[in-house]
C-alpha cells in the first residue's frame, strides 16, 4: 500500500536561510511524487512533481526537491526563505495505482520569520 | 472553465440534514477526483471518476456519502443526515486524464461545518 510521511509537523526558519521540508515515501512501483501549498482557505497549489528523469527537480517560485530513491525522500527545499512562503505543505505520491489516486503526507507548517 | 470551480465556498448545516456539494472541473479533463481535509490532518480519498464512472469509491467513509457525475463533467458529492465528524473541506481535482502524468488542478474547496 502507498503511504507519504511528513515527519515535520512544523518547520521554521528565518528569512533569508535555507529551508527544507521532509517526505519520505513507500510504494510497490515506481513513485509518482508531488509537493503542493496551501494557503489559509485557498485551495492546493502545484509546486512540483517527480515522474522520471532528473532527481533534482525545479517547480515554482524558487522551490525544488531532491528524488533519493534509495533514501525514499522528496525532501522540498529552498535556498532562501520569504515570509511569503509561510503556509501547509503537502508531499503527495500517485504511483500506487493507474489511475493517479493520489496519497497525501499529513502536511507540515512552515514559518518564515522575519 | 480556467480552473476547478467548487460550491458552496462555505456551508453550515445542522447536524442530521443532507447536503451537496459541487465540482465543476475544467472542460475536457476526464478524471475527477474527491478528497477530504478535515481540521489539521492530510487529505484523504474519496472517490474517483473516469467519465461519469466510478472505479473506485473505496474511500467513502460511510453509506451517508455518495457521489455522481453526469455528462463527464460536473460532479455532486452528497452527504445524508450529515454528522459533525463530517465536518470538514471537502476538494475536487480533475486531471487530462486518469494517471499521475497528467497533473491535478484543485478547487478551492468547500468548508463543510455541521452544527
Excluded at chain 1, 8 to 14: G, H, K, W
Excluded at chain 2, 18 to 39: K, N
Excluded at chain 2, 92 to 114: N, P
Amino acid at each position: 500500500a502507498q503511504s507519504v510521511a511528513q515527519p515535520e509537523d512544523q518547520v521554521n526558519v528565518a528569512e533569508g536561510n535555507p529551508l527544507t521540508v521532509k517526505c519520505t515515501y513507500s510504494v510497490s512501483g515506481n513513485p509518482y511524487l508531488f509537493w503542493y501549498v496551501q494557503y489559509p482557505n485557498r485551495g492546493l497549489q502545484f509546486l512540483l512533481k517527480y515522474i522520471t528523469g532528473d532527481n533534482l527537480v525545479k517547480g515554482s517560485y524558487g522551490f525544488e526537491a531532491e528524488f533519493n530513491k534509495s533514501q525514499t525522500s522528496f525532501h522540498l527545499k529552498k535556498p532562501s526563505a520569504l515570509v511569503s512562503d509561510s503556509a501547509l505543505y503537502f508531499c503527495a505520491e500517485a504511483g500506487g495505482t493507474s489511475y493517479g489516486k493520489l496519497t497525501f503526507g499529513q502536511g507540515t507548517i512552515l514559518t518564515v520569520h522575519p | 472553465g480556467a480552473g476547478v470551480s467548487q460550491s458552496p465556498s462555505n456551508k453550515v448545516t445542522e447536524k442530521g440534514k443532507d447536503v451537496e456539494l459541487r465540482c465543476d472541473p475544467i472542460s475536457g479533463h476526464t478524471a475527477l477526483y474527491w478528497y477530504r481535509q478535515r481540521l489539521g490532518q492530510g487529505l484523504e480519498f474519496l472517490i474517483y471518476f473516469q467519465g461519469n464512472s466510478a472505479p473506485d469509491k473505496s474511500g467513502l467513509p460511510s453509506d451517508r456519502f455518495s457521489a455522481e457525475r453526469t455528462g463527464g463533467s460536473v460532479s455532486t458529492l452528497t452527504i445524508q443526515r450529515t454528522q459533525q465528524e463530517d465536518s470538514a473541506v471537502y476538494l475536487c481535482a480533475s486531471s487530462r486524464s486518469s494517471g499521475a502524468k497528467a497533473g491535478y488542478t484543485f478547487g478551492s474547496g468547500t468548508r463543510l461545518t455541521v452544527v
